[in-house]
């Protein structure tokens, strides 16, 4: 079945930096590719989703950015705020067999002032 | 917005014992799922239903049961809970599909401690 692997566990950044948060996955039927954000001691909810039709995807200061051959996704993080800090999640969704969503190990984001 | 409500918050069980985790959901959604977090293993899919009176198998459904006894109302039974059993359990709602975003709304968490 899909595996889905987030490379960094941790990541710090300075405020006002980029942060990248990168993940593979392993079944080449996946096309479904989101974010969710865990801020401390909270629940999980959505931040951003990438279809496999397109390689990129904005909202506002995040962009994600698909690499099909590769297997990979990539959550990008412009001009990073405090309130940024978080655990984030990728997940993937294959579009054939099971369409259970399979999610990454998670990456502590910290913003450091 | 999308609502979904588990209790209890936490709970501390003993080895052996019973434990229920119960989850209610009011968007009118019809799969609702239940997941483990663990540090490091990020979440990992129990059990989940896609209708009432029906549930389904995830990846690690061992040690596990679940109820869907109707559309807004899930619960997560753990029959005879172990120390391996100790993790923060969500449960989540969507409504999947080809055009949909699949967008799961996940409760707040309970974090199981069993000793």
């Known amino acids: 079945g899909e595996k889905v692997e987030q490379h960094e566990s941790t990541l710090s950044v300075r405020e006002g930096d980029s942060a990248v948060i990168n993940c593979t996955y392993t079944?080449?039927?996946?096309?479904?590719f989101p974010w969710y954000k865990q801020e401390a001691g909270k629940s999980l909810h959505f931040v951003i989703d990438i279809r496999s039709n397109v390689d990129r995807k904005q909202s506002q200061r995040l962009t994600v950015l698909l690499d099909k051959k590769a297997k990979r996704f990539s959550l990008h993080i412009t001009a990073t705020q405090p309130e940024d800090s978080a655990i984030y999640f990728c997940?993937?969704?294959?579009?054939?067999?099971?369409?259970?969503?399979?999610f990454g190990s998670g990456t502590q984001l910290t913003v450091m002032p | 917005e999308a609502a979904v409500t588990q209790s209890p918050r936490s709970k501390v069980a003993v080895t052996g014992g019973k434990v229920t985790l119960s989850c209610h959901q009011t968007?009118?959604?019809?799969?609702m799922y239940w997941y483990r977090q663990d540090t490091g293993h990020g979440l990992r899919l129990i059990h989940y239903s896609y209708v009432a009176d029906s549930t389904e198998k995830g990846d690690i459904p061992d040690g596990y049961k679940a109820s869907r006894p109707s559309q807004e109302n899930f619960s997560l039974i753990l029959e005879l809970a172990s120390l391996s059993q100790t993790a923060v359990y969500f449960c989540?709602?969507?409504?999947?599909?080809?055009?949909?975003?699949?967008?799961?709304?996940f409760g707040a968490g309970t974090r199981l401690s069993v000793l």
């Open positions: 079944d080449t039927a996946s096309s479904y």
């Open positions: 997940a993937a969704r294959s579009s054939s067999g099971s369409w259970q969503l399979i």
């Open positions: 989540a709602s969507s409504v999947p599909g080809q055009e949909s975003q699949n967008t799961l709304y």
């Open positions: 968007n009118n959604h019809d799969y």
